[in-house]
């Protein structure tokens, strides 16, 4: 073969091993998944990513929550809603532990009374070393609920007017406390008037059907549905555990004694028979 014939043959076999060699290195450089997934010839195209910006707040949008330390300034509709909101959902109800209790009688008097002695119903009768004018004291803080006068017949004898010029006050435990046979009533004692435990109520005495002076102490829960429940504001459980308390400067509460007992006399608000006590 003559040697330009040659020389031509191998210039052809180079080029087309080097045609070979680059469709080879092409190939292996763009399959480079490393999940195993069939190259960017297969790949759909990724469309770029859309940005989401809120719009800012205006004075009718709130956001639903504000990141802590937030210093925006809250507009009238949204206080508003708050208030309204938590004002309907948060209750007001007192611990009774946190209520002020106190002795009822003047501490700086030398006093005494007979633990459940008291006929008939579920009460105490407190005296006093210095007997009628004795200080009468708040035993609890409250408002005041009723101020009695004496109407007492002794002919009559009418259960209801027994305790003479009395006193009951609706303790902030929702209690009922009340005190009767005053020899008289402070004048700043009023219905709806706001007492803390301690003030001054008046002076022991011995109107309505008392044989001496001395005051009858009741404990109770208020009826508020009832025209006149004296059965049960005479007093319905032994007051005398938390008169002890109070002396000693404990805070015992009566109100669930108080729970108990109305649980088991429902009726008790509603009518004299409701109770296990005799009018008498």
Do not use: K
């Not at 937030?70 to 209750?91: D, F, L, Q, R």
């Not at 409250?142 to 003479?164: F, M, Q, W």
């Amino acid at each position: 073969m003559p040697r330009w014939n040659r020389s031509r043959t191998r210039r052809a076999i180079r080029l087309v091993a080097a045609v070979v060699l680059v469709g080879v290195a092409a190939s292996c450089g763009d399959d480079d998944d490393a999940d195993g997934d069939e190259g960017w010839i297969n790949r759909a195209p990724q469309p770029a990513p859309i940005e989401t910006t809120e719009p800012p707040s205006t004075s009718d949008s709130v956001p639903s929550s504000e990141p802590p330390g937030s210093s925006g300034p809250a507009t009238s509709e949204s206080a508003t809603s708050s208030t309204t909101s938590t004002s309907s959902t948060t209750t007001t109800t007192i611990d009774p532990a946190d209520v002020a209790h106190a002795f009822p009688v003047d501490p700086e008097v030398s006093s005494s009374f007979t633990p459940q002695g008291h006929a008939n119903y579920q009460a105490t009768d407190m005296f006093a070393s210095a007997g009628c004018g004795t200080r009468l004291l708040a035993p609890v803080t409250g408002v005041v609920d009723e101020v009695l006068a004496n109407t007492y017949d002794p002919s009559v004898d009418d259960p209801a007017t027994r305790g003479g010029n009395a006193v009951s006050i609706v303790g902030d435990d929702g209690v009922r406390y009340y005190l009767a046979h005053f020899q008289l009533v402070d004048p700043a004692i009023t219905p709806g008037a706001r007492v803390t435990a301690g003030d001054y109520l008046g002076e022991m005495g011995d109107t309505g059907r008392a044989g001496a002076c001395h005051v009858h102490f009741g404990l109770s829960l208020d009826c508020p549905d009832a025209a006149d429940d004296w059965w049960v504001r005479r007093g319905v459980i032994w007051p005398d555990e938390f008169l002890d308390s109070w002396r000693n400067g404990e805070n015992l509460s009566p109100l669930p004694a108080l729970q108990e007992w109305f649980t088991e006399y429902p009726d008790a608000c509603t009518s004299i028979e409701g109770t296990p006590y005799p009018v008498s």
